[in-house]
């Protein structure tokens, strides 16, 4: 399932993204979970948040928790990423990923599908 994120950028601190994953396949996320995951240069690809569309359960990393809001359209089809309060350390390349079962998963090799992924860079 082909999957194509859009929304990153140059920001500020303080301020807020919003990114968006389309699936290529109608409303994958009725029947697949749907995550976020982000990698920095020199860094290893690190959980972002993740969501089980149908039930409303959702999971975040501990330095986004609060910050970041997953969610899904009503078709199931779109997946977001509302970012607030930005901070420098989110500077990242950000990828979309479908996992292909609801149940929610933190760590990469848990995902079936990746997007090509979308640069956000913060400044300070």
């Known amino acids: 399932v082909p999957v194509f994120e859009s929304g990153g950028g140059l920001a500020q601190a303080g301020d807020s993204l919003l990114l968006s994953c389309l699936a290529s396949?109608?409303?994958?996320?009725?029947?697949?979970?749907g995550g976020w995951f982000r990698q920095a240069p020199g860094k290893e690809r690190e959980f972002v948040a993740a969501?089980?569309?149908?039930?409303?359960?959702?999971v975040y990393a501990k330095s986004t928790q609060g910050r970041f809001t997953i969610s899904t359209d009503s078709d199931k089809r779109t997946l977001y990423l509302r970012m607030n309060t930005l901070k420098p350390e989110d500077t990242a390349v950000y990828y979309c990923?479908?996992?292909?079962?609801?149940?929610?998963?933190?760590?990469?090799?848990?995902?079936?599908?990746w997007g090509q992924g979308t640069q956000v860079t913060v400044s300070s």
């Open positions: 969501i089980n569309a149908i039930t409303g359960d959702t």
């Open positions: 990923a479908i996992r292909n079962e609801l149940s929610l998963a933190t760590t990469a090799p848990e995902y079936d599908y």
């Open positions: 396949r109608p409303s994958p996320f009725r029947t697949d979970s």
